[in-house]
């Protein structure tokens, strides 16, 4: 099993979420990027 995830990085607001899979990214978008609420979860 590979034990480095990605990182993803909003901006502008520079948010950092980390171990990010790919049904995380779905909640990324709609959740921060469509609804402007962090993902606390998944923030590093």
């Known amino acids: 099993m590979n034990k480095f ?3 993803v990085i ?3 607001e520079g948010v ?4 990010v899979t790919y049904d995380d990214v ?3 978008f709609d959740s ?4 402007g609420k ?3 979860r998944l923030v590093i």
Do not use: L, T
């Not at 950092?16 to 171990?19: A, N, V």
């Open 32 to 35: 921060h990027i469509e609804g």
């Open 16 to 19: 950092w979420y980390g171990g």
């Open 38 to 40: 962090v993902v606390d």
């Open 5 to 7: 995830k990605p990182i």
């Open 26 to 28: 779905e909640e990324i």
């Open 10 to 12: 909003v901006y502008p």
